[in-house]
């Protein structure tokens, strides 16, 4: 019998396996192809203060072996969350986090604060690739000082719930991005979001996205995003003993069994969804048969395995 | 439109025909079993599947044109989305039809598919044609390779609604791109006529037009549309438009429609991730008649068929 049992920052999930924020919208459209409540947890779409439409389109392009996307936060807005799409997602008995993003540090801490009190929610993600609109559109994510504040604001309007930040990989050193959000109080950390990329139109000499520029997912982006994770992992995670919620570009149980040898506690499936919805199923069954194949009992044993 | 109709999944299907129309467009029939039968047989026109292509081999490089060279080395991720010319079901298999034309490195692999390979695909995916049997005449607009969910709407027509007249207006930019299997040129006339084979075995004349006159009346669909129904006038609230094509084929026959208040479906086309609602990338501007709210709706999910009146063009 192998245990697929981890513990993720206090919570005991049933497998190490994520569907990542904004490829499992609110696990409505994911229950058409599969039991949600197989996952070990998944991540709600970004979640703003307000509704917002999102971008023009094009909004999606795809790459070689990956995608890009500028979807723009297109969401329903907090209260409306909390109204509509929480007494649905009460169904699943999978622990689930809700990402949340903003414009100023106002506006997260007041998606903070309202979340905080609806006790089906395992956690939050904290986008953090975000523009800060007060501070001349600098991302948040790239700067230690903000992502600290940042950080800090929410842990203190958050409640009990368990603060995961997600790094983006658009930064000089991402250790120096964890150990802010770490000393700061996130309890969990989430890597690593969309690279900034742009694909461009030869013939009308026009970027493809309507945005200009998306974030670039996929398996494209897999050798890196292992890369990252070894390194917050030895340099940040491991010390702090923080978990990582780790992924980019993870197609089968392969690829993620090697993120979780480079440090991480569990796995985020983004872009695979969208090819294969049920991926993150096949994906725990993989889990499960490697495990036997190499005689681990457990699979928090994989964890920062690396020799 | 509607809600979702159909449960939707994921289907292994085998390939029974995959062969060549003409100079552009192929023809590919995949054979569905047990429960995809069961699920795909209720499948409207208008809804889609999303084929995973991604496994298959490229054609010999020889065979590959050399406008497609460059692009045929880029490794392809993502499904690709057709609708379909025509459902058959006999006993408890379904036959798919889908009708493509290579564009490139996905619809080039698509072109090695032969009898019996199996493909992966997903669906039936996002919301039909709504059709209603107190119509007296629909109206298709089928621009280039628009034309497939129209085909298969003509039969859906034909066997729902008898009572309902049906007639085409099929537009390409010159005769080579008109996507249709055998064209009868010398029965092209400024009338409604049997034109077209996929069209006239549902009963379904055809009036042709191409931008450059190649073939029919030489300028666009929607104006060859817009003249037809100047000196034809039908009942407005006895008829209805269906549009498939580019965009501004559909916006124009949107105003088209609004002008001579028919009533008008739009099939729209948007690049698409997934087409399952999870990506939110193929949204589509969307107006709502009582409130004069605006927003985004998912072109894959809440469409790909709009009332066109709805969409803010």
Same mark, same amino acid.
């Given at each position: 019998?192998?245990?697929?049992?981890?513990?993720? &920052?206090?919570?005991?999930? +049933?497998?190490?396996?994520?569907?990542? *924020? $904004?490829?499992?919208?609110?696990?409505?459209?994911?229950?058409?192809?599969?039991?949600?409540?197989?996952?070990?947890?998944?991540?709600?779409?970004?979640?703003?203060?307000?509704?917002?439409?999102?971008?023009?389109?094009?909004?999606?392009?795809?790459?070689?072996?990956?995608?890009?996307?500028?979807? $723009?936060?297109?969401?329903?807005?907090?209260?409306?969350?909390?109204?509509?799409?929480?007494?649905?997602?009460?169904?699943?008995?999978?622990?689930? #986090?809700?990402?949340?993003?903003?414009?100023?540090?106002?506006?997260?801490?007041?998606?903070?604060?309202?979340? &905080?009190?609806?006790?089906?929610? &395992?956690?939050?993600?904290?986008?953090?690739?975000?523009?800060?609109?007060?501070?001349?559109?600098?991302?948040?994510?790239?700067?230690?000082?903000?992502?600290?504040?940042?950080?800090?604001?929410?842990?203190?309007?958050?409640?009990?719930?368990?603060?995961?930040?997600?790094?983006?990989?658009?930064?000089?050193?991402?250790?120096?991005?964890?150990?802010?959000?770490?000393?700061?109080?996130?309890?969990?950390?989430?890597?690593?979001?969309?690279?900034?990329?742009?694909?461009?139109?030869?013939?009308?000499?026009?970027?493809?996205? !309507?945005?200009?520029?998306?974030?670039?997912?996929?398996?494209?982006?897999?050798?890196?995003?292992?890369?990252?994770?070894?390194?917050?992992?030895?340099?940040?995670?491991?010390?702090?003993?923080?978990?990582?919620?780790?992924?980019?570009?993870?197609?089968?149980?392969?690829? !993620?069994?090697?993120?979780?040898?480079?440090?991480?506690?569990?796995?985020?499936?983004?872009?695979?969804?969208?090819?294969?919805?049920?991926?993150?199923?096949?994906?725990?069954?993989?889990?499960?048969?490697?495990?036997?194949?190499?005689?681990?009992?457990?699979?928090?044993?994989?964890? $920062?395995?690396?020799? | 439109?509607?809600?979702?109709?159909?449960?939707?999944?994921?289907?292994?299907?085998?390939?029974?025909?995959?062969?060549?129309?003409?100079?552009?467009?192929?023809?590919?029939?995949?054979?569905?079993?047990?429960?995809?039968?069961?699920? #795909?047989? +209720?499948?409207?026109? $208008?809804?889609?599947?999303?084929?995973?292509? *991604?496994?298959?081999?490229?054609?010999?490089?020889?065979?590959?044109?050399?406008?497609?060279?460059?692009?045929?080395?880029?490794?392809?991720?993502?499904?690709?989305?057709?609708? #379909?010319?025509?459902?058959?079901?006999?006993?408890?298999?379904?036959?798919?039809?889908?009708?493509?034309?290579?564009?490139?490195?996905?619809?080039?692999?698509?072109?090695?598919?032969?009898?019996?390979?199996?493909?992966?695909?997903?669906?039936?995916?996002?919301?039909?044609?709504?059709?209603?049997?107190?119509?007296?005449?629909?109206?298709?607009?089928?621009?280039?390779?628009?034309?497939?969910?129209?085909?298969?709407?003509?039969?859906?027509?034909?066997?729902?609604?008898?009572?309902?007249?049906?007639?085409?207006?099929?537009?390409?930019?010159?005769?080579?791109?008109?996507?249709?299997?055998?064209?009868?040129?010398?029965?092209?006339?400024?009338?409604?006529?049997?034109?077209?084979?996929?069209?006239?075995?549902?009963?379904?004349?055809?009036?042709?037009?191409?931008?450059?006159?190649?073939?029919?009346?030489?300028?666009?669909?929607?104006?060859?549309?817009?003249?037809?129904?100047?000196?034809? +006038?039908?009942?407005?609230?006895?008829?209805?438009?269906?549009?498939?094509?580019?965009?501004?084929?559909?916006?124009?026959?949107?105003?088209?429609?609004?002008?001579?208040?028919?009533?008008?479906?739009?099939?729209?086309?948007?690049?698409?991730?997934?087409?399952?609602?999870?990506?939110?990338?193929?949204?589509?501007?969307?107006?709502?008649?009582?409130?004069?709210?605006?927003?985004?709706?998912?072109?894959?999910?809440?469409?790909?068929?709009?009332?066109?009146?709805?969409?803010?063009?």
């Amino acid at each position: 019998m192998i245990d697929l049992t981890v513990n993720f &920052a206090g919570l005991k999930l +049933k497998n190490p396996v994520f569907t990542a *924020s $904004g490829t499992c919208g609110y696990a409505d459209e994911l229950a058409d192809f599969m039991d949600v409540n197989q996952l070990g947890a998944f991540i709600t779409k970004s979640i703003t203060l307000h509704k917002r439409d999102g971008n023009s389109v094009p909004r999606v392009v795809e790459t070689d072996s990956g995608m890009l996307n500028a979807i $723009g936060l297109a969401n329903i807005g907090v209260d409306k969350f909390i109204a509509e799409k929480i007494p649905l997602i009460r169904q699943y008995n999978t622990p689930f #986090f809700v990402n949340i993003a903003g414009q100023t540090i106002e506006e997260y801490v007041a998606v903070a604060q309202k979340l &905080a009190n609806c006790e089906e929610i &395992a956690g939050l993600e904290l986008n953090i690739s975000c523009p800060n609109v007060k501070k001349g559109g600098i991302t948040f994510g790239t700067d230690p000082k903000l992502v600290s504040e940042i950080t800090s604001a929410i842990k203190k309007n958050a409640g009990k719930k368990i603060l995961m930040v997600k790094l983006t990989p658009s930064v000089t050193d991402i250790s120096t991005i964890a150990s802010a959000a770490i000393e700061a109080g996130a309890n969990a950390l989430s890597m690593i979001n969309t690279f900034t990329a742009m694909v461009i139109d030869i013939e009308t000499r026009q970027a493809v996205l !309507a945005n200009r520029t998306g974030g670039l997912s996929g398996p494209a982006i897999k050798p890196i995003a292992v890369y990252l994770t070894n390194k917050v992992y030895n340099e940040v995670a491991k010390p702090a003993n923080i978990p990582i919620l780790a992924g980019g570009g993870i197609k089968n149980a392969s690829d !993620a069994i090697e993120f979780i040898i480079a440090g991480a506690t569990a796995v985020s499936i983004g872009t695979a969804s969208f090819i294969y919805p049920d991926s993150a199923i096949k994906i725990i069954d993989g889990l499960k048969k490697y495990c036997q194949r190499h005689k681990i009992a457990k699979i928090s044993e994989l964890t $920062g395995s690396l020799k | 439109m509607a809600e979702t109709q159909f449960q939707k999944a994921i289907f292994t299907a085998s390939v029974s025909y995959n062969k060549a129309i003409g100079k552009h467009f192929f023809n590919l029939r995949l054979e569905l079993n047990g429960s995809a039968a069961e699920i #795909f047989r +209720k499948a409207l026109p $208008g809804q889609f599947t999303e084929l995973d292509l *991604s496994r298959l081999a490229l054609p010999a490089e020889e065979q590959i044109p050399d406008e497609l060279s460059e692009c045929s080395q880029r490794q392809i991720l993502l499904r690709r989305p057709f609708s #379909f010319t025509n459902i058959e079901y006999s006993g408890s298999k379904v036959i798919l039809e889908i009708l493509y034309c290579v564009l490139g490195p996905a619809t080039l692999r698509m072109k090695t598919l032969k009898p019996s390979d199996k493909i992966n695909l997903i669906g039936p995916l996002g919301n039909g044609f709504k059709i209603s049997s107190d119509k007296k005449l629909a109206i298709l607009v089928a621009g280039g390779m628009g034309a497939p969910p129209l085909q298969h709407l003509a039969k859906e027509l034909k066997d729902k609604c008898p009572g309902t007249e049906t007639i085409v207006f099929a537009g390409a930019k010159n005769i080579s791109q008109l996507p249709y299997y055998d064209i009868k040129l010398e029965k092209i006339s400024q009338e409604p006529a049997f034109v077209l084979d996929e069209f006239a075995k549902h009963n379904v004349k055809a009036l042709i037009s191409t931008d450059d006159g190649s073939a029919g009346f030489k300028g666009f669909v929607t104006e060859m549309l817009k003249n037809w129904l100047k000196s034809k +006038k039908p009942d407005s609230g006895k008829t209805i438009i269906y549009a498939c094509g580019p965009e501004a084929m559909m916006s124009s026959a949107a105003a088209i429609s609004s002008e001579f208040n028919i009533p008008c479906q739009v099939s729209l086309e948007r690049l698409m991730a997934c087409g399952t609602g999870l990506c939110q990338g193929c949204a589509v501007r969307y107006i709502n008649k009582q409130t004069k709210e605006t927003g985004y709706k998912l072109c894959c999910k809440d469409g790909p068929v709009f009332w066109a009146d709805e969409v803010v063009w």
